[in-house]
């Protein structure tokens, strides 16, 4: 019987969850996806009072797990080389703990990934568990506990049987209904962006104008976040956009629906890390100094200048008898 299986009725009695994640993302069809493809993974973190959430990493998507001391545990597949398994069945899991702000804090809490091609290079003893889900979270568990950062009182025992996904929030309707796509088919078939799609070209524009336009750096600054805020800027919104695209092409019957949602993937990747490079550009902007106006040329007198006046004569020497 396959590990998972047997985990899958270790549990006694379901725990209480923890919260979803509190962002835009929690009511999008795609998020919601990768939610139940990582459900095997989250739920049970959740049941032990961990919040998750569901990023993209270097090249897949990871579970992102904020503890109480600061640091983040980080469970993935390996992301270097990129392989093409589907998201939530990869063929190991890395959990590693780490701070975001201290680069000596970092531990390798797990790793079954494959063994790799050089014989030199140590395999760790979890490598024989693959993608399996019961040894990852027995070592977390194992782990954290030893470090105190188990959130919940309660015993660390949940039950797989029941409905893993049910927290998660169904869309009142068909996004695909529900909004306007921004598409329709021209005269020839081909397809012509509406007034919602140009109106997303116009508000570009018309912030390229606002920043010509700018009489200082700290205007500038301002509109730069339009662009580069983390969370709903254009960077952020366009990323989202490309992530979402690639999610859809693998629901293609062709071939190239799979290399299509690589290429949108790379495209979102790539988008982030431009965002990310470009964090710290309006503060920046802030502190610069807005060059002086050039003086200006003398304006033609109105009158003749006085001449200066003349050096009086000097006083004769005076003879002494």
């Given at each position: 019987m396959d590990a998972d299986?047997?985990?899958?009725?270790?549990?006694?009695?379901?725990?209480?969850l923890a919260p979803l994640p509190d962002h835009r993302h929690v009511n999008t069809p795609w998020w919601q996806e990768l939610w139940r493809r990582h459900a095997h993974i989250t739920t049970p973190l959740r049941a032990r009072g961990l919040t998750c959430?569901?990023?993209?990493?270097?090249s897949a998507y990871i579970v992102r797990v904020p503890l109480p001391d600061d640091t983040i545990l980080i469970i993935s597949?390996?992301?270097?080389?990129a392989t093409e398994r589907p998201p939530g069945d990869p063929e190991g899991w890395i959990a590693t703990r780490e701070h975001p702000a201290d680069a000596s804090l970092f531990e390798v809490v797990y790793d079954s990934s494959p063994p790799s091609d050089d014989p030199?290079?140590?395999?760790?003893?979890?490598?024989?568990?693959?993608?399996?889900?019961?040894p990852l979270i027995a070592a977390i568990d194992h782990r954290l506990t030893q470090l105190g950062l188990l959130p919940s009182t309660e015993p660390h025992t949940f039950d797989f049987t029941q409905n893993a996904t049910a927290s998660v929030p169904q869309p009142a309707q068909d996004p695909a209904t529900a909004h306007d796509t921004g598409i329709t088919a021209g005269r020839s078939g081909a397809q012509q962006p509406t007034t919602a799609a140009a109106a997303c070209g116009e508000a570009l524009l018309e912030l390229t104008d606002q920043l010509n336009g700018s009489d200082s750096p700290?205007?500038?600054?301002a509109l730069l976040r339009q662009v580069l805020d983390p969370d709903d800027g254009v960077l952020a919104r366009l990323g989202d956009l490309f992530e979402a695209a690639a999610e859809k092409a693998k629901e293609a019957a062709e071939d190239d629906g799979f290399d299509l949602s690589h290429d949108?993937?790379?495209?979102?990747?790539?988008?982030?890390?431009?965002?990310?490079?470009?964090?710290?550009?309006?503060?920046?902007?802030?502190?610069?100094?807005?060059?002086?106006?050039?003086?200006r040329s003398p304006?033609?007198?109105?009158?003749?200048?006085?001449?200066?006046?003349?050096?009086?004569?000097?006083a004769p020497p005076r003879h002494t008898r």
């Open positions: 299986d047997d985990y899958a009725r270790a549990g006694v009695r379901p725990s209480p959430d569901i990023e993209f990493g270097l597949p390996p992301q270097e080389p030199g290079t140590p395999q760790r003893p979890e490598a024989c568990h693959g993608g399996s889900a019961e700290i205007q500038a600054a949108l993937a790379d495209a979102a990747v790539e988008v982030r890390r431009l965002g990310e490079d470009l964090q710290s550009a309006e503060a920046r902007m802030r502190t610069l100094t807005p060059l002086a106006p050039p003086p304006a033609s007198p109105t009158r003749t200048p006085s001449l200066p006046p003349r050096s009086l004569p000097k």
